[in-house]
């Protein structure tokens, strides 16, 4: 009787409407989440090759404009050699070709303008990330920091010749020096202008990031803000502030219009930093339209191709500074 029972049930409950409805239901939300967890896999799939893709391209980019400039260099790597590096004597009537002086010119130019914004660079980033983060003040500093990146360059070196060069022509005189006003100390105060939003919106990103319970733990244990920032802030950033220091500096390599219009153009080795001089970036600029020969266009572009293999090999020695930093 009981199993007669339980049969009529069973069938009962097969033939019941809202048994078969729920069951249909159960079935519909199981195959809608097969179908949304299909596509989101195939989603995720597509995103990383498309990622893959343009890491790949970015790549490709920078192989294919090295071996733009090999190939375009050949005739002038064949005719001068290795000589060219260190020859002084740049004389294209004569077909003599040295990229010394431009090779010391631009690390010099380089090098001053980054010794000269890192100070400004860093007392940007610490004001603007530790001592006053919001507020009407910091907001237009920052924003007055992020146009100076967005300025052209030919501005600045409008801005240079009309108002800077005057001032460094009085501050040659005043120590001696022969008042010319262009030369490799303009180029590199422009530079250091040009390039300190880089440093100080990095470092300011990364102060902004230390977290607070290392800055109150000091601060219970009775340091100083000055204190602080020395010792717990800029020792957990200084990664980042290094990174911020190698980006303005590989801005500083390759900036060209600025430089050119206030360094003076000379092909010769600058006796000091007051004198007129070049850089690689600028005699390009200057000399590219005018090359009439192979070998002269040539040696303009293997000019290119020290520059650029330059900024390479001090990318990577900066990397190689930051990763030891962080290890330690």
């Given amino acids: 009787m009981k199993t007669f029972d339980n049969e009529a049930v069973v069938a009962r409950g097969n033939n019941d409407p809202r048994v078969t409805t729920t069951a249909n239901t159960s079935a519909l939300k199981t195959t809608n989440r097969d179908r949304h967890s299909h596509r989101q896999i ?13 890491g790949v391209m970015m790549v490709v ?9 090999v190939v375009q260099s050949i005739p002038s790597i064949k005719a001068l050699g290795i000589g060219y590096l260190w020859g002084t004597t740049w004389d294209p009537v004569r077909d003599i070709y040295g990229a010394f002086p431009f090779l010391l010119g631009t690390l010099i130019t380089s090098f001053l303008a980054l010794i000269i914004s890192i100070p400004f660079s860093f007392a940007v980033a610490i004001f603007l990330g530790e001592y006053y983060p919001k507020g009407w003040l910091p907001d237009l500093l920052k924003n007055t920091v992020e146009l100076i990146a967005a300025v052209p360059s030919v501005i600045y070196g409008f801005w240079g010749l009309a108002v800077l060069v ?4 009085s501050f040659e005189s005043s120590i001696g020096q022969q008042p010319i006003g262009v030369g490799i100390f303009t180029s590199s105060l422009i530079l250091s202008i040009m390039i300190i939003p880089y440093a100080a919106s990095l470092g300011r990103s990364m102060i902004q990031m230390v977290p607070s319970h290392l800055k109150e733990g000091a601060y219970s244990l009775g340091a100083t803000r000055w204190e602080v920032i020395r010792s717990v802030v800029l020792p957990y950033v200084k990664s980042g502030l290094f990174a911020g220091v190698l980006l303005s500096l590989g801005r500083a390599l390759g900036e060209t219009m600025a430089v050119t219009m206030v360094i003076g153009n000379t092909s010769t080795i600058p ?6 001089g070049n850089t690689m970036a600028s005699v390009i600029a200057n000399e590219l339209n005018e090359a009439d020969r192979v070998i002269y266009s040539s040696a303009l572009i293997e000019l290119g191709l020290v520059l650029f293999l ?13 990763d030891r930093v962080t290890k330690d």
């Fill in 61 to 69: 980019l920078v192989v294919g404009i090295m071996l733009t400039l």
């Fill in 42 to 54: 195939w989603t995720e799939k597509l995103f990383r090759r498309v990622l893959f893709g343009m």
């Fill in 310 to 322: 330059v900024t390479v090999v001090i990318n990577m020695i900066g990397k190689r500074i930051i």
């Fill in 166 to 169: 005057p001032i460094v022509r």
């Fill in 271 to 276: 006796k000091n930093i007051f004198q007129p």
